[in-house]
């Protein structure tokens, strides 16, 4: 009877200890190779393609009025979160980048989406990111001690909240 009892105290101390060992595992991102047609989030419709606008009107739009809504993008992917695809930037005409995050976490991208052309459909607005929260996008980025060091002053930027991202030529 005790040989009975020690037996089902031990399984089931093995059986929590390898549920909390899977929840410490930290996430990865999606894998796949991003190829055109494949979307992350929300599909993006034929239309919405079609009527994407560039990064630079984008730009220009956001100089008049501080957030643009329901609108479409087309870039290239420049850089992907490598810890678990949460975020990803595009391209800017003067070759600075502006930053994507997925609405809600509801969904992450593979790092092969890097360097592939894509229409975004979201919201966009200009924003001020604080130091720290620069830093820890370098983090992210796995970025050198001194790079992220030498990140000392808030900046303003283009900030996209994606509620889908569409692979296209």
Not at 30 to 56: F, H, L, M, Q, T
Not at 88 to 97: A, Q, R, Y
Not at 162 to 168: E, S
Request: hydrophobic share 40%; with cysteine.
């Amino acid at each position: 009877m005790k040989l009975l009892i020690y037996s089902a105290l031990f399984s089931l101390g093995v059986s929590t200890l390898s549920f909390s060992q899977e929840a410490v595992e930290k996430p990865s991102p999606p894998a796949g190779n991003a190829i055109v047609g494949d979307y992350y989030g929300a599909d993006v419709s034929k239309a919405s393609e079609v009527k994407a606008i560039s990064v630079e009107k984008l730009e220009k739009e956001l100089e008049s009025s501080k957030k643009a809504e329901n609108i479409a993008v087309k870039g290239i992917v420049t850089d992907v979160c490598e810890k678990r695809g949460c975020w990803l930037t595009i391209k800017t005409e003067d070759g600075s980048p502006f930053f994507v995050k997925m609405k809600d976490y509801a969904f992450f991208v593979p790092t092969a989406l890097k360097g592939k052309n894509v229409v975004l459909e979201g919201n966009a607005e200009k924003k001020i990111t604080s130091v720290e929260e620069l830093q820890h996008y370098a983090k992210d980025a796995k970025k050198t001690k001194a790079e992220i060091d030498s990140i000392t002053s808030p900046k303003e930027e283009i900030r996209f909240l994606a509620n889908g991202i569409k692979v296209v030529n």
